[in-house]
C-alpha cells in the first residue's frame, strides 16, 4: 500500500512512455485507491510524474506544491514526499529506491541518480494487507520468474528481514533464475552478509566483479552495512569485492 499524498516520480525504459505522468497516476490511483462511488470531482490521493529535463530541477529542489485540475478530477503535486521508481531497462525489474541508499543500475540515467536521495522509502506502507490490481483492467498476475523473487527480497529488506532474504536468493538460484540486470543482486548480497552465508557471498562475486560500477556499488553497500559482520565475511567482503577498488 501506498501512502495517500505520495508524488511517484518514474523513469520509464522506453522514451516516451507515461504521457507526462497522468498515465501512471491514473493506473496507481486504480490499484491503490480505487473509487467504487464514482463520484465527480475526484481527488486523486496519488500523484504522478514522469522523470525528465523538465521534472527534475523541481524535484531536486524539493520544495514545490502545486495542485492542477485535469478534466473532473485534482491532483496535488507534493515535490517534499516523493517516491522515487525506475525500471532501468525493458528487462529489468521495477526498482522502488530507498533515499538513504538507493539501488543504482549501470543501465539508470543520471536523472535517476540524482533524483535518488529525494526518494522516502517510508511512503510504502509496509503492514497493510497487499494490494490486487484489478484483473479486468490489468490482466492476469505475470510468472514468477525473477522479477518475483526480486521484488519480495527488495520489499523484505526494507523491512529488516535479512533472513527471508537470503532464503529468497537461494529459492532464486535453485530455479536457476538470474537477472538481466546485474545491480539486482545488491540486496542478496546484503542478506548474506548480514546472515553469514560467506559461500554464497563469495559465489555471487563471480556475477558483480566484471561490471566496474556495479563493483564499487556492491563494495560501497557491503562495508556500509552497521550490523556486525563475522571476521570470515569482512574477509570475503575485502577479497571479493573491494580488492580492485581499493588499488
Given at each position: 500500500?501506498l501512502?495517500?499524498?505520495t508524488?511517484l516520480?518514474?523513469?520509464y525504459?522506453?522514451y516516451?512512455?507515461?504521457?507526462?505522468?497522468?498515465?501512471l497516476?491514473e493506473?496507481?490511483?486504480?490499484?491503490?485507491?480505487?473509487?467504487?462511488?464514482?463520484k465527480?470531482?475526484?481527488?486523486y490521493?496519488l500523484a504522478?510524474?514522469?522523470?525528465n529535463?523538465?521534472?527534475?530541477?523541481?524535484?531536486?529542489?524539493?520544495?514545490l506544491?502545486?495542485?492542477?485540475q485535469?478534466?473532473?478530477h485534482t491532483?496535488?503535486f507534493d515535490y517534499t514526499n516523493?517516491?522515487?521508481?525506475?525500471?532501468?531497462t525493458?528487462t529489468?525489474?521495477?526498482h522502488v529506491l530507498?533515499?538513504?541508499?538507493p539501488l543504482?543500475s549501470?543501465?539508470d540515467?543520471?536523472?535517476v541518480?540524482?533524483?535518488?536521495?529525494?526518494?522516502?522509502?517510508e511512503?510504502?506502507i509496509?503492514?497493510?494487507?497487499?494490494v490486487?490490481?484489478p484483473e479486468y483492467?490489468?490482466?492476469?498476475?505475470p510468472?514468477h520468474?525473477?522479477?518475483?523473487?526480486?521484488q519480495?527480497?527488495?520489499?523484505?529488506?526494507q523491512?529488516?528481514?535479512?533472513?527471508?532474504v537470503a532464503?529468497?536468493?537461494?529459492q532464486?538460484?535453485?530455479?536457476?533464475?538470474?537477472?538481466e540486470?546485474?545491480?539486482e543482486?545488491?540486496?542478496?548480497l546484503?542478506?548474506?552478509?548480514?546472515t553469514?552465508?560467506?559461500?554464497?557471498?563469495?559465489?555471487?562475486?563471480?556475477?558483480i566483479?566484471g561490471?566496474?560500477?556495479?563493483r564499487?556499488e556492491?563494495?560501497?553497500?557491503?562495508?556500509?552495512?552497521q550490523e556486525?559482520?563475522?571476521?570470515?565475511?569482512e574477509?570475503?567482503?575485502a577479497?571479493?569485492?573491494?580488492?580492485?577498488?581499493?588499488e
Amino acid at each position: 500500500m501506498l501512502k495517500p499524498g505520495t508524488t511517484l516520480v518514474i523513469q520509464y525504459p522506453l522514451y516516451g512512455m507515461g504521457d507526462g505522468g497522468y498515465g501512471l497516476m491514473e493506473a496507481a490511483n486504480v490499484i491503490y485507491f480505487p473509487d467504487p462511488t464514482g463520484k465527480i470531482p475526484v481527488n486523486y490521493p496519488l500523484a504522478g510524474l514522469t522523470l525528465n529535463s523538465e521534472t527534475l530541477p523541481d524535484i531536486l529542489a524539493g520544495q514545490l506544491f502545486k495542485q492542477t485540475q485535469y478534466r473532473s478530477h485534482t491532483v496535488d503535486f507534493d515535490y517534499t514526499n516523493l517516491l522515487v521508481i525506475s525500471q532501468p531497462t525493458l528487462t529489468s525489474c521495477v526498482h522502488v529506491l530507498n533515499g538513504n541508499e538507493p539501488l543504482i543500475s549501470t543501465f539508470d540515467s543520471v536523472d535517476v541518480k540524482l533524483a535518488a536521495p529525494s526518494s522516502k522509502i517510508e511512503n510504502i506502507i509496509v503492514d497493510a494487507s497487499p494490494v490486487l490490481p484489478p484483473e479486468y483492467i490489468f490482466g492476469k498476475e505475470p510468472e514468477h520468474n525473477w522479477c518475483f523473487y526480486f521484488q519480495q527480497a527488495d520489499f523484505a529488506s526494507q523491512l529488516g528481514k535479512w533472513d527471508s532474504v537470503a532464503a529468497l536468493g537461494d529459492q532464486a538460484n535453485r530455479l536457476q533464475f538470474s537477472p538481466e540486470d546485474r545491480s539486482e543482486w545488491i540486496p542478496f548480497l546484503k542478506a548474506y552478509a548480514i546472515t553469514g552465508k560467506a559461500d554464497q557471498l563469495k559465489q555471487t562475486a563471480k556475477r558483480i566483479v566484471g561490471d566496474k560500477f556495479l563493483r564499487q556499488e556492491a563494495c560501497d553497500t557491503l562495508t556500509n552495512i552497521q550490523e556486525p559482520l563475522s571476521p570470515e565475511i569482512e574477509q570475503v567482503i575485502a577479497v571479493n569485492y573491494c580488492k580492485n577498488g581499493a588499488e
